[in-house]
């Protein structure tokens, strides 16, 4: 699965997520600014373990790895290797 068909598929779980349609996202822009707070967090983890049928680890929860659709796209494709 290339980057942009996996990208188009993290913006479906911050819809999921968050319940609102999304636009416009690239890579850079910040997954906070889609409406995934720290409340949603979790709820969005686990949406993406289940689309993408990974377990991420515990020491690769991190802020740095949820910062853009970019970043979380690298962390799933680390998981899909």
Same mark, same amino acid.
């Given at each position: 699965? &290339? ?15 968050? &319940?609102?349609?999304?636009?416009? =996202?690239?890579?850079? +822009?910040?997954?906070?600014?889609? &409406? =995934?707070? *720290?409340?949603?967090?979790? /709820?969005?983890?686990?949406?993406? @373990? *289940? @689309?993408? @049928? ?13 910062? +853009?659709? &970019? +970043? =979380?796209? @690298?962390?799933?494709?680390?998981? /899909?290797?």
């Amino acid at each position: 699965m &290339g980057e942009p068909v996996m990208l188009d598929k993290v913006v479906k779980c911050v819809e999921k997520t968050v &319940g609102l349609k999304i636009k416009g =996202v690239n890579a850079d +822009t910040k997954i906070k600014d889609s &409406g =995934v707070d *720290s409340l949603y967090l979790f /709820k969005f983890v686990g949406v993406i @373990e *289940s @689309e993408f @049928e990974i377990e991420i680890e515990d020491i690769d929860l991190t802020s740095k790895n949820f910062e +853009t659709f &970019g +970043t =979380v796209t @690298e962390l799933i494709l680390k998981y /899909k290797k």
